[in-house]
């Protein structure tokens, strides 16, 4: 494989931001850099999948976001009976349960409805491979969280050794380490290639 095919693959599974979790994602500067949309993840980004409801940080989270002015959407690969039942305790009013992630046909479908710039979009969740791709594929920002347990338990023993694969490599390159988070802050953004 060329450097170059190399260098775009890992563009793909880079994170704007990588923080241990959600409460570490600095809302006040998303704002400041012009982020409109925020479109999150459920399992193991904002509560364990086991966790049927929103608790009091998550709550305290999505206020933020919305306080700042800034659009939320939930988007899940759970079933809709899940995603929904969260969506109403937490007050959001638009979820999408079912996405298919990483395709990228629901995510387009939410960013199509508003007539935004790419760049003004954030994704959050926990995998490199379901949602940061995704964001990446569609120019978006993204924010990778650490997930909240293990995510062995669901992901297919190809995408576990290709996950293993992309940190590696990202590591190798500089790019991202496990374990090596920042700030929470947008920081300078990569054009992808």
Same mark, same amino acid.
């Given at each position: 494989m060329s450097k170059r095919r190399k260098g775009l693959i890992s563009n793909f599974f880079r994170p704007s931001i990588y923080v241990r979790s959600?409460?570490?994602v600095n809302i006040n500067q998303l704002k400041r850099h012009g982020i409109k949309l925020f479109i999150?993840? +459920?399992?193991?980004t904002l509560v364990p999948h086991y966790t049927k409801l929103?608790?009091?940080?998550?709550?305290?989270? +999505?206020?933020?976001i919305k306080s700042a002015g800034i659009e939320l959407?939930?988007?899940?690969?759970?079933?809709?009976?899940?995603?929904?039942?969260?969506?109403?305790?937490? #007050?959001?009013?638009?979820?999408?349960?079912?996405a298919k992630k990483p395709f990228k046909r629901v995510a387009k479908s939410i960013i199509e409805k508003?007539?935004?710039?790419?760049?003004?979009?954030?994704?959050? #969740?926990?995998?490199?491979?379901?949602?940061?791709?995704?964001?990446?594929?569609?120019?978006?920002?993204?924010?990778?969280?650490?997930?909240l347990v293990s995510t062995t338990y669901k992901m297919s023993s190809f995408n576990l050794?290709?996950?293993k694969r992309i940190y590696k490599n990202l590591e190798k390159k500089n790019i991202?380490?496990? #374990?090596?988070?920042?700030? #929470?802050?947008?920081g300078e953004t990569f054009e992808l290639l």
């Open positions: 959600f409460k570490d999150c993840d +459920l399992d193991n929103p608790n009091r940080d998550v709550m305290n989270f +999505l206020e933020k959407v939930l988007m899940s690969n759970n079933v809709n009976s899940r995603v929904s039942l969260f969506a109403k305790r937490a #007050g959001v009013k638009e979820y999408k349960a079912n508003r007539d935004l710039d790419r760049s003004k979009i954030i994704f959050m #969740g926990d995998q490199i491979i379901m949602d940061i791709l995704v964001a990446n594929r569609l120019k978006c920002e993204s924010i990778l969280v650490q997930p050794f290709l996950e991202l380490k496990r #374990g090596d988070f920042n700030n #929470g802050n947008l």
